[in-house]
């Protein structure tokens, strides 16, 4: 696992996402599709990790966060700006829209 992606648990998750911009990925080790975007996340953290914090939430592990959140299927991608969600992305899409969803909110 890249050294910029943090693991948020039921226990952590509120406390570590209440405070600047996340970006938080919920993936399922079963989920075929969250390993194509894994690597993206990995990136983002890389390329703006210090302008946005990146973590990750097993949903399998941590189903509480899950449902808090309305994930309803995985890979879920979701913006939070100071603990609220800002943008959710469901499913996959091509690098460059996480990239550009990520853009644009540290601009506004």
Do not use: K
């Amino acid at each position: 696992m890249s050294a910029q992606l943090q693991v948020l648990t039921d226990l952590t998750f509120e406390d570590q996402v209440s405070h600047g911009h996340w970006v938080v990925y919920f993936w399922s080790a079963t989920c075929r599709p969250c390993a194509v975007v894994r690597p993206v996340i990995e990136d983002l953290a890389a390329l703006h990790g210090a302008s946005v914090r990146v973590g990750t939430v097993n949903v399998d592990t941590e189903l509480r966060t899950a449902i808090t959140n309305r994930v309803m299927g995985v890979p879920t991608v979701i913006l939070f700006r100071d603990g609220l969600p800002v943008e959710c992305l469901q499913t996959t899409y091509p690098p460059q829209v996480y990239h550009r969803l990520v853009q644009q909110h540290l601009l506004s």
